[in-house]
């Protein structure tokens, strides 16, 4: 997937401002914030959508959940509280087609979203 966004970002070819790395996964914050901390946590292995996952991939989703809990947590939001959204194809509004949790914080949120 070498022409993929998030992949150039990861081989930093694309600059980003990153807030986590290690060998399997990237968080850095969105181009386009939505909220005070608006991160996005990626793993290195391109994965399409939710759709794409298996179950050799359970792992590797937790850590992403985690590890995004944690940047909440590192940043003061983790008792203020923080929101985290995988958004899958069209209807969702998923435009970046390698696999991504939406982190954010720092300001109130409605539900149900829009
Ligand atoms: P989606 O709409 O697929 O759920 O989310 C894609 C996110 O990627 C959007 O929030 C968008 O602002 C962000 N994004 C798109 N291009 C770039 C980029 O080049 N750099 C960064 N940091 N974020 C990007
Ligand atoms: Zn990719």
């Known amino acids: 997937m070498s022409d993929c966004l998030f ?10 401002s990153i807030v986590y790395e290690d060998d399997r996964l990237l ?4 181009i386009n914030p939505q909220a005070p901390l608006h991160a996005l946590v990626i793993p290195k292995r ?3 959508s939710l759709n794409a996952l ?3 991939d359970d792992g590797l ?3 992403m959940i985690r590890r995004a809990a ?3 947590r590192d940043k003061g939001f983790g008792d203020r509280g923080f929101r985290s959204v995988f958004n899958t194809n069209a209807e969702a509004g998923q435009t970046v087609f390698h696999i991504h949790l939406h982190l954010l914080a720092g300001r109130g949120f409605t539900w149900p979203p829009g």
Request: charged share 30%; aromatic share 4%; proline share 4%.
């Open 7 to 16: 992949c150039r970002i990861i081989r930093k070819e694309i600059p980003a």
């Open 27 to 30: 968080a850095f914050n969105d």
């Open 46 to 48: 391109h994965i399409d």
């Open 54 to 56: 298996t179950a050799e």
């Open 61 to 63: 989703v937790g850590e």
């Open 70 to 72: 944690a940047i909440a």
